[in-house]
């Protein structure tokens, strides 16, 4: 059949081109080792080396994101490479995910070399919980840190549950930078760095701490308020002005660029991308199984499913199943429409499929299933859910539309789904035999009684008659007059 072999080749060219794709890419790995105090700029320098100590320097300036997460992993991967002796973040952003602030706060907690980072102005909800893990903290002033409630895609809170684990996470990332002792006189005390009951306020409006905050509010930081109270370890106006106090200043510093290749795939795992790439691949598909042979709609179908999940399999937010899940819906479509008559279970689930398996593969599973201890978060696939059908709604009437233009349907949208057009008595379409107009003038016999409608035998075929005059016995001879309203009419003949 020739749509079971258009989709085996689909399938077939697919995951091929996505194998060879993850082969051609190189996916840069992350071996976080625990942060060793005795190396980098915290240890004593080697008098017999004349290299210059290294600055590594990360950016981040937009929305939390899994490309954020994912440039910070290569970023510390060449950091380690280089040797850097710092490794300096330098951060203005509202916030974004917390799975993936919380994936980065991970691997500062795990570096090997001492991470500062320099608020350029904000860093809210999710690019707070990012600095508290940073070994330094410095501020520009006017700069502010705090507020990281978690919230839904519409700004409003969510359930306490989620909360919940935030406030743990915020406490525990507090507790990670221990503790200052302070002797005074023979007395010696253990004080937290960073107090974890203000990083606990910073995320919980109930949380109360005297002369500090409300217990109406949540709790954000001014420069000199974060000064104050150990949550920034100095203010400037500028990075450079930061790393000469620092005593760095005179360090090699190494920006993180993304590759060409890294800025390529945040374009094409972008939502808005994504979508028209689902349109054409529906687009594509419908088109095909309006013609025969493999021809351009079947090409563009194959290119924009491996635009779209090729990119994503290399991210690691497609696997395998679910691109096979993809595959095995479109079967399951194609069954349906070419196999069994109707539409009904196989369709259904080959909908369902189809549009779970663009879904799924549009994000990563830790998106969903976060860490252990944090409640399920299914605003992602929700997101990718909506994205996907309403690309794949659009898709369906655009190729309806466009279908009509090229074939010359020139009726409303759905006015293929039911007849438009009359059929004319001119062209041949009749609701009775033709042939009864060919017993004009010719005789019979009456084979019932004509009261006066009966039946007639004429050259040995029966007909339906009528008489044209009063009552016509079984038996007699008669003459077809005319035909009328599917009927002939017939009288005695007159040798009757």
């Known amino acids: 059949m020739k749509f079971l072999k258009h989709i085996v080749f689909f399938g077939f060219s697919l995951l091929l081109s996505i194998g060879y794709a993850q082969d051609s890419v190189p996916v840069s790995k992350t071996t976080l080792a625990p942060k060793d105090s005795t190396s980098a700029s915290s240890r004593p320098e080697d008098s017999t080396s004349n290299a210059t100590p290294l600055l590594y320097k990360l950016e981040i300036f937009d929305k939390i ?10 970023a ?19 916030g974004g995910l917390v799975v993936a602030a919380d994936s980065i706060r991970s691997a500062i907690l795990n570096a090997r070399m001492p ?15 990012i600095s508290i893990a940073c070994d330094k903290i410095f501020m520009k002033s006017g700069g502010s840190i705090g507020a990281a409630t978690v919230v839904s895609q519409d700004g409003k809170a969510m359930p306490d549950k989620y909360q919940s684990y935030m406030r743990a996470t915020m406490r525990a990332t507090a507790e990670a930078q221990g503790k200052d002792t302070i002797i005074q006189g023979t007395d010696t005390s253990y004080v937290w760095k960073r107090d974890p009951k203000i990083a606990e306020a910073m995320v919980d409006p109930d949380v109360y701490i005297p002369g500090l ?7 954000t930081f001014t420069a000199s308020e974060a000064k104050e109270h150990g949550y920034c370890d100095g203010i400037f106006n500028s990075l450079n002005a930061m790393l000469t106090d620092q005593g760095v200043s005179d360090y090699e510093t190494k920006t993180f660029e993304p590759t060409t290749m890294d800025k390529i795939l945040g374009f ?27 021809g351009f ?20 937010l497609a696997n395998h199943w679910e691109i096979l899940l993809f595959i095995v819906g479109v079967i399951l479509i194609g069954v349906e429409i070419f196999v069994i008559p109707g539409f009904g279970v196989a369709g259904v689930l080959g909908i369902a499929a189809l549009i779970t398996g663009l879904a799924l593969s549009m994000i990563g599973q830790y998106e969903i299933q976060p860490p252990e201890g944090a409640p399920v978060n299914l605003a992602p696939l929700v997101k990718a859910l909506a994205v996907v059908i309403a690309a794949s709604v659009l898709s369906f009437f655009l190729s309806i539309w466009i279908s009509g233009r090229i074939f010359g349907h020139k009726t409303r949208m759905f006015g293929s ?3 438009d057009t009359t059929q004319q008595v001119d062209d ?28 007639v035998e004429i050259n040995e075929k029966s007909y339906d008659a009528r008489a044209l005059n009063g009552y016509i016995e079984q038996g007699s001879k008669v003459l077809v007059k005319r035909f009328e309203t599917g009927q002939i009419y017939v009288d005695l003949t007159e040798t009757e």
Not at 213 to 219: A, F, N, P, R
Not at 428 to 455: C, H, W
């Open 76 to 94: 510390f991967s060449e950091a380690d490479s280089l040797d850097a002796d710092v490794f300096l973040i330098h951060m203005n952003t509202y």
């Open 115 to 129: 991470v500062w980072v320099y608020i350029d102005n904000n860093a809210a909800s999710a690019g707070a919980l």
């Open 213 to 219: 905050i409300d217990s109406t509010k949540v709790l």
């Open 268 to 294: 094409l795992t972008s939502p808005g991308f994504q979508g028209v790439l689902v349109m054409l691949i529906i687009g594509g598909l419908y088109f095909e199984l309006q013609s025969p042979g493999i």
């Open 297 to 316: 709609p079947f090409i563009v179908a194959v290119g924009a499913a491996l635009l779209y999940f090729a990119p994503s399999y290399i991210e690691g």
């Open 417 to 419: 789904l039911a007849l």
């Open 428 to 455: 041949g379409y009749l609701s009775f035999d033709n042939t009864y107009r060919d017993v004009i003038g010719e005789t019979g016999i009456a084979v019932s009684d004509l009261r006066p409608s009966g039946k």
């Open 65 to 74: 994101s899994m490309t954020a997460w994912q440039n910070t992993k290569q």
